[in-house]
Each structure stands twice: as C-alpha cells, then as structure tokens.
C-alpha cells in the first residue's frame, strides 16, 4: 500500500490550515543579510523583510542540502513509500534539481519531483490539489499523471511597484528592462511554459495595471469556471480591492485572499506586489 508524503517549499505561499490538513512537509528557503542568515517564515516574516529593504536588500538560497537530508530521512523512518514533491519554478531557482538529488539517496522511496513551472500560490495551487488527492486515497500514479494536466489548468498574473528588486535578484527573464524607465508604464508579469517571467501586458499607471488583472480573467477563461487566488507582497488593501471585484464576475466560482507572500519572494519583488493566480475548474 501507497503511504504517500507531500513536500513543497516556502515559497507555495501557503496557509498554516492547508499545511496541517494535508500534512505537507515544507523546505525553508534562506533569507541572507551581511551578518545572519534567517528561514523563509521561521526565523523572519515577510513584513521584517519589507521594513528593512530601505537598509539592506537580502539576499536569498535554497533550502539546506541539510533540511532536505533531515526530512528524507525522517520521512523513511516513518515508513513512507513515494513522496510527491512540487518545488518552485526552476526558470527561478535551482531547488528542482538540488531535491531529485538528494531522493537519489532514498532508494527506498519513489519520488517524484514536480517543477511547478509558477510561483507562490499558483505553485501553491498544484501542492493543495496534490493534498487532496492523497487524502482521497489515490494512488501515486495517479496523482504523478493527474498533475501536468493541472499545471495546464493554472495561469499566475502579478503587477510590482517597481522593477528594481526583479533586476537586481537576475529574476526578470523576458521583462524588458527598458519598461522600467518609461514614464509610468507598468507591466502585467506572467510566466511562460519555461517557468520565466515575461512582460504579459502593459498599461500605464498603477490603477490601471490592478484593473488588467481583474479584467485578464475574462480573456483567459472565456466561458470557463475557475478558482481565483489573490497574493500581495506588502499591498494587502490593494489586494483586497482586486478582490472584492474579481469575486462579482459570473466566471469565478470561488475567489481566496492569501496573506503575504513569502520574505523570500518579497526580496526579488519588492513592496506593492499584487498578483491573481487562476485555476480552471
């Protein structure tokens, strides 16, 4: 019989109630400053980063070779058969590869590592559907074939503040960097089926990009039902705002508000993220 674990990492962005009612184990990033080293939501919060980039912009790692080790081994000793790992994008970091290498010494457990291709809670998504699907007594072939067509299903939509944070971490991919110095001119990011950020869309003015994001459902899922997630990195009332409209329109059958997204994604982002992750039903 199938005993099953579920890892992610922190940067999943998801909510203590959906960790412990589906047992996910989650990997601490690092966050780096000159003189110490914290755990992504352990050791500091997403609001100490913020407060602090006026002084000091960290920067961030992987999960220790360590924590991983530590939870592999934890994870034979209470009899786990498979584990199904979904890790942030690795267009974004290189924790995909650095986990397969570490279940490369557990041979006696299956592993199957999913690069979400996407960030925060549209790699969050694909964790909880995972979770329910393991507490549904589903197999772990079942759920290893199930997850690319998910991952079809979801699309992850943000607008910053400033692209400053994004340049400096080497996290802007296809976002043109000239955008930045235009007058006013602010794109809407996506990710592209490399896992990479690119420039989906460009309005002028900050209003106008929170508008885009609500009105990009319409033209995304055209027709389709879907699930509607809200992400905000320092910019929880603009994030309620989005919010409260997204919920009115007739496609979305359910609409969440998560809290802040994690210290580590708030280092390559910067205050005044306000991101949708969307999930066709």
Known sequence: ????????????????????????????????????????????????????????????????????????????????????????????????????????????????VCDSKSISLGEGILVEECGKMIKAGKNFEEIVNKIPLLMKKVKVFFVVKTL???????????????????????????????????????????????SRLVNILKKEFQGKKIRAYIMNGNAYEESIDVYEKIKEIDEVESVQIGGQISPVSGVHSGPGLVGVAFMEV
């Open 1 to 112: 019989m199938n005993k099953i674990a579920l890892i992610t990492d922190t940067t999943a962005d998801l909510t203590d109630e959906i960790i412990k009612k589906y047992n996910i184990n989650v990997l601490p990033f690092r966050i780096i400053y000159k003189d110490k080293e914290y755990k992504d939501k352990i050791d500091i919060t997403p609001e100490e980063v913020y407060n602090n980039l006026d002084k000091e912009v960290p920067t961030s790692s992987l999960p220790s070779m360590k924590d991983m080790e530590n939870l592999f081994k934890r994870l034979e000793e209470e009899g786990y058969t498979h584990v199904i790992a979904v890790t942030l994008s690795s267009g974004l970091s290189g924790i995909t590869n650095a986990l397969k290498l570490v279940a490369e010494n557990y041979k006696n457990i299956i592993t199957y």
């Open 164 to 210: 400053e944070y994004l340049k400096r971490g080497g996290r802007i991919g296809k976002i043109s960097g000239a955008i930045g110095s235009l007058l006013n001119i602010k794109p809407i990011i996506s990710i592209d089926l490399e896992g990479k950020y690119f420039t989906y869309d460009k309005v002028r003015g900050r209003k106008q990009s929170l």
